[in-house]
């Protein structure tokens, strides 16, 4: 009988240990998805401030706490895109797919990556985005953003009309293919979402690479009509964008004047649209810095020529390595000075352009 009694309580005691281990990592387990919860919410609430190197700090520590969560990995990655380091963007991205093959959001995200590592003298990076791009449709196939930056990229990897002789010009048929390719998935956008306002952007500037100046501007003025649209969905930055790109339409079709006039508007947004002090002014502004100071040029207007070069030059010196050398713009003011007979002033811009 004590035997049995004695068996009796080591199947309990065994019980027992066996429940408190089971509340001891169930306690575990809560605590650890609490502690990845707070620092995903924190490291989002810093990177809507722009704090990025805090968000990362944060998702840093939620992976501590689940090192398997894939959209931690995906929002960690958003934080090193708006840092511009690409790089470890897609390394991110690549791991949360890697955890969650059928993550969308994640081969988006990393197109959208791919496509900022790439350019017109560096396609494999482009290519890549096309790949991610068109794999998050598959896996979601009313993915507007998918379809549009898709377009964007088509667009990008066709020449600039200057580079033929004829306007419109008579595109190879790689760039027509890339043409056709950018408008269907344009006219997809605007089908799926017709409030999508951007996608008239993007035909614009497809249309401006064709040399079709007058449907370009068409389709920017479209754009341009949801001022209010564009800033709530993409921003200031967003809004330069368009701004831009009609001003380099208009530098393209002759219209200067007007050119000037979307140039300095894009320039405003540009600047007030930093909203990190990590990042910094979009790379985008020396285009609407340096086409302004053209289309001055070409209007013979010397001093405010002088006046956008030395704009010009601030911000291309404040980081050489992201904005570029700013050597050409020396040059121009030495041309303007010498137009207005200062030639020592023209003298000392030349030497500094050498």
Not at 103 to 109: E, R
Not at 170 to 183: E, H, I, Q, R, T
């Amino acid at each position: 009988m004590a035997e049995r009694s004695k068996k009796s309580r080591n199947i309990i005691g065994i019980v027992l240990a066996i429940l408190i281990v089971l509340v001891v990592w169930s306690m575990v387990s809560a605590m650890s998805a609490r502690s990845k919860s707070k620092y995903k919410h924190l490291g989002i609430a810093e990177f809507e401030k722009g704090n990025y190197q805090e968000a990362i700090k944060y998702y840093n520590k939620g992976l501590e706490a689940k090192p398997d969560d894939p959209c931690l990995f995906n929002n960690r990655g958003l934080a090193y895109y708006s840092l511009e380091q690409y790089d470890k963007a897609v390394a991110d991205y690549t791991k949360a797919i890697e955890l969650k093959p059928d993550f969308a959001d994640a081969y988006y995200n990393r197109g959208l990556a791919y496509f900022k590592k790439g350019s017109s003298y560096n396609l494999e990076p482009r290519k890549k985005a096309i790949g991610d791009f068109t794999k998050a449709i598959e896996l979601k196939p009313d993915f507007v953003e998918a379809y549009y930056n898709r377009a964007v990229t088509y667009t990008e990897q066709i020449h600039y009309h200057h580079k033929y002789a004829t306007i419109p010009p008579k595109f190879p048929s790689k760039d027509m293919d890339n043409y056709n390719k950018a408008l269907a998935d344009y006219t997809r956008v605007l089908h799926l979402d017709p409030s999508y306002i951007l996608a008239h952007q993007g035909m614009g500037n497809l249309f401006y690479r064709h040399g079709d100046w007058d449907l370009a501007t068409a389709e920017y003025n479209k754009a341009l009509d949801h001022e209010k649209e564009i800033l709530a969905k993409a921003g200031k930055v967003g809004l330069a964008g368009v701004l831009n790109s009609r001003g380099r339409n208009y530098l393209a079709a002759g219209k200067l004047k007007e050119a000037i006039s979307d140039f300095t508007r894009a320039i405003e947004y540009y600047k007030k649209g930093v909203i990190s002090k990590d990042v910094g002014l979009s790379k985008s502004v020396t285009n609407a810095l340096a086409h302004r100071t053209v289309a001055a040029w070409e209007l013979g207007r010397w001093k405010d020529t002088i006046q956008f070069a030395d704009e010009t030059i601030e911000v291309k010196e404040s980081n050489p390595k992201k904005y570029g050398k700013s050597t050409f713009y020396y040059f121009t003011k030495g041309r303007c000075y010498y137009k207005l007979a200062q030639y020592d002033k023209a003298i000392q811009n030349l030497e500094k352009a050498l």
